[in-house]
């Protein structure tokens, strides 16, 4: 079986000042020490000089969301381009706060996945179905349905990242079960067209406590994680859950 690294990305959110670079001299030697990729996604008031503070230390550092287009009239926005100017390696699209503060549709989503991989950045596309879908028993019908909107066309050749965040699991505290998880990450697989390569990462309420039995399932490569993100110490204990994967849970 082909095997997949596995990729820990933190999600800031709107959270962040200058003197929170400090996290990444806490986080450098957890990152040096991982079996995943390590990826922070600050504001971005701040990926300039994360990049900096991450020189040499294999922490990657991507942006939230940016433009279709690549520069313009568009007061307020980034382009993929600008955040691969200042140094981002990622970029975090459709996210479900997005989609519901921004009215993001999936054909939104697609054509900020394309100019992000026309810009040399690799998307990290969120799909996720709310409390009431999962109820109603749509959950994979619409996490599908985001997939085969949200993907680009040429999507078997490129380099990109699927979380699959359930909404009502995001700040909530509140974990989908690992049998569920389990099942929509298979179910994402397989309707991927390059499903043994990409990456299909969980977001929603990561937290040390959970992270390596979500970590461990066979379709999960990583974790998208926002709270527990924000403080070095819990991220770094998601990161090194990876490499407890495989030992016996006592
Ligand atoms: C997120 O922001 O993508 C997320 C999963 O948040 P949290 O870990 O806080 O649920």
Wanted: glycine residues 10%; negative net charge; aromatic residues 2%.
């Amino acid at each position: 079986m082909m095997s997949r690294r596995k990729l820990i990305a933190g999600n800031w959110k709107m959270n962040g000042l200058s003197g929170a670079l400090g996290y990444f001299s806490e986080l450098a030697p957890v990152a040096a020490g991982a079996s995943a990729d390590v990826l922070v996604c600050p504001p971005a008031t701040l990926i300039h000089a994360a990049v900096q503070a991450c020189a040499g230390t294999g922490i990657r550092v991507g942006g939230q969301d940016c433009h279709a287009q690549d520069h313009g009239a568009h007061t307020g926005d980034i382009s993929a381009a600008m955040l691969r100017d200042c140094g981002a390696s990622h970029v975090i699209l459709g996210h479900s706060e997005r989609r519901a503060d921004h009215g993001e549709t999936d054909g939104d989503v697609r054509a900020k996945a394309v100019a992000a991989l026309a810009a040399g950045l690799v998307p990290v596309i969120c799909v996720g179905e709310t409390l009431a879908e999962r109820e109603a028993g749509r959950a994979v019908e619409v996490v599908a349905r985001q997939l085969a909107g949200s993907l680009p066309e040429n999507s078997a050749i490129l380099d990109l990242v699927i979380a699959y965040e359930p909404v009502w699991a995001i700040g909530t505290g509140r974990t989908a079960s690992a049998a569920d998880v389990a099942a929509m990450h298979a179910a994402i697989r397989e309707r991927l067209p390059n499903p043994l390569t990409t990456c299909i990462i969980y977001g929603g309420s990561v937290k040390p406590g959970n992270a390596r039995e979500l970590l461990s399932l066979a379709d999960v490569d990583g974790a998208l994680v926002g709270g527990a993100s924000l403080d070095a110490a819990d991220f770094s204990a998601i990161i090194e859950a990876v490499s407890l994967e495989n030992e016996p849970l006592r």
